[in-house]
T-cell receptor, first 109, second 114 residues
Framework: GQSLEQPSEVTAVEGAIVQINCTYQ??????LSWYQQHDGGAPTFLSY????GLEETGRFSSFLSRSDSYGYLLLQELQMKDSASYFC??????????FGQGTELSVKP | DTAVSQTPKYLVTQMGNDKSIKCEQN?????MYWYKQDSKKFLKIMFS???????INETVPNRFSPKSPDKAHLNLHINSLELGDSAVYFC?????????????FGQGTRLTVV
């Protein structure tokens, strides 16, 4: 089967940098994605890593190490609006996503 | 223009009833999905359709029956609703169902069974 583990909650202050880790187990690897979900909202795509290394998209970066079955999402220059749940997800054939349980990020002033 | 839209947004119903949730995407995507998010925010795939054909059925009870009249629509019908069906149901779509494609989610339908 497939499974992912991420911390249940993280707290940080505005302007800081925060890293949300994700470890996974899978027999076939097709990529690791990150999604953001605000309370009451829809999950929205942030980034995708299929190969080892860092992908940068503005204030957000995502890292993958396939040998360690590990990835992280890095959020820089935190803003209050970044308070949300962040999910890592394993991709599969057919586009099926297997999600971690989510990390609730609270950004404090 | 809403990319993936689902109706209704809220649904409160009694145990034993039958209800449907509708979903439409205007992105021209080939693949559509239903996900269930429980009270602990755990998101789990239920079904996937590619060009109106069922390709993934994640051991969902038979009371749940998806229907795709065309590739832009994927509806979910639920028979004999149970308390445990209370959750937020998200419809989603992706370009072609390949593992690296971004999924676009609808705003969700919050189903409450009383």
């Amino acid at each position: 089967g497939q499974s992912l583990e991420q911390p249940s909650e993280v707290t940080a202050v505005e302007g800081a940098i925060v890293q949300i880790n994700c470890t996974y187990q899978t027999s076939g690897f097709y990529g690791l994605s990150w999604y953001q979900q605000h309370d009451g909202g829809a999950p929205t795509f942030l980034s995708y890593n299929a190969l080892d290394g860092l992908e940068e998209t503005g204030r957000f970066s995502s890292f993958l190490s396939r040998s360690d079955s590990y990835g992280y999402l890095l959020l820089q220059e935190l803003q209050m609006k970044d308070s949300a749940s962040y999910f890592c997800a394993l991709g599969n054939q057919g586009g099926k996503l297997i999600f971690g349980q989510g990390t609730e990020l609270s950004v404090k002033p | 223009d809403t990319a993936v839209s689902q109706t209704p947004k809220y649904l409160v119903t009694q145990m034993g009833n039958d209800k449907s949730i509708k979903c439409e995407q205007n992105l021209g995507h080939d693949t559509m999905y239903w996900y269930k998010q429980d009270s602990k925010k755990f998101l789990k795939i239920m079904f996937s359709y590619n060009n109106k054909e069922l390709i993934i059925n994640e051991t969902v009870p038979n009371r749940f029956s998806p229907k795709s009249p065309d590739k832009a629509h994927l509806n979910l019908h639920i028979n004999s609703l149970e308390l445990g069906d209370s959750a937020v149901y998200f419809c989603a779509s992706s370009q072609d169902g390949s593992p690296n494609t971004e999924a676009f989610f609808g705003q969700g339908t919050r189903l409450t069974v009383v």
